[in-house]
């Protein structure tokens, strides 16, 4: 199993910065890849970035140059930095990791919210 905490999230104004965090532990072995999603309310949950064991990235449309991904496999923590914050990217947002055997954990969600 793996355990997975998210923190960091907060209030903003647009166009601040906020960075939340991603510790997991347990089965530390297991994960290959991780992301982060994010859920607004009314709306499905979506993908915003993932990170792999090489640590390439890949991000949504609407969040790239604006957010970055990162890792520390030291820590066992992953980052998402957002910068030039929009009131569309308010939501929770959720850690997300899949291990080598393709088991899939979530964490428990932090949320953003991003003032007009």
């Known amino acids: 199993q793996v355990q997975l905490v998210e923190s960091g999230g907060g209030l903003v104004q647009a166009g601040g910065s906020l960075r939340v965090s991603c510790v997991a532990s347990?089965?530390?072995?297991?994960?290959?890849?991780m992301a982060w999603h994010r859920q607004a309310p009314g709306k499905q949950r979506e993908f915003v970035a993932l990170i792999t064991s090489r640590s390439a990235t890949n991000y949504r449309d609407s969040v790239r140059g604006r957010f970055t991904i990162s890792r520390d496999n030291a820590k066992n923590t992953m980052y998402l930095q957002m910068n030039k914050l929009k009131p569309e990217d308010t939501g929770v947002y959720y850690c997300?990791?899949?291990?080598?055997?393709?088991?899939?954990?979530w964490g428990q969600g932090t949320q953003v919210t991003v003032s007009s």
């Open positions: 347990g089965r530390i072995s297991n994960i290959n890849t």
């Open positions: 997300n990791a899949v291990g080598v055997d393709r088991s899939v954990y």
